[in-house]
């Protein structure tokens, strides 16, 4: 019989736990990065520093308008998607990879005006998407955050 003692199984499960971390996220399909649910700023730059190719720079983009726009802003990852909301008020918008573009959810967008122009099945929600070399209408898109933020949030 094989010594299978637990000195050793410590030692390869420690092994296991060090390689897990020194690795890059999984990308999932449509190369969504998979990143652990967390608060915080940190996994959100760790979601958008995972996004493959232009999508990455997309992120940082988006992150920055959403900052800007709403300075107290409340980040977190969940459900592999970045989450901005209001302390106290719940979650406005979450972004999301997709295999050609990304697709920002503002959770209360059947209330901003103009109304995002992507529909979506549950009823409130309204979506925009992002494609490879769009030019982004900040000002437009800075005035739905703004929006957005004064509503009431999405609670899970």
């Known amino acids: 019989m094989a010594d299978k003692s637990p000195k050793k199984s410590a030692k390869v499960a ?3 736990d060090a390689k897990r971390d020194t690795a890059e996220p999984v990308l999932l399909a449509g190369g969504n990065p998979q990143i652990a649910k967390a608060d915080g700023d940190a996994p959100v730059q760790a979601y958008i520093a995972a996004m493959p190719g232009w999508k990455q720079d997309v992120g940082r983009r988006l992150d920055a308008l959403i900052v800007r726009t709403v300075p107290n802003v409340h980040k977190a990852v969940k459900w592999n998607t ?22 920002v959810a503002f959770f ?10 992507g529909e979506s099945k549950q009823k409130e929600v309204r979506y925009l998407h992002i494609h490879e070399g769009e030019q982004i209408n900040e000002e437009l898109v800075a005035n739905w955050i703004r929006q957005a933020s004064e509503l009431p949030g999405w609670v899970p």
């Open 14 to 16: 420690k092994k296991a």
């Open 82 to 103: 970045p989450f901005y909301g209001v302390e106290g008020q719940g979650w406005f918008l979450g972004f999301h990879c997709i295999t050609k573009y990304i697709k």
């Open 108 to 117: 209360r967008g059947t209330s901003l005006r103009p109304v995002p122009p």
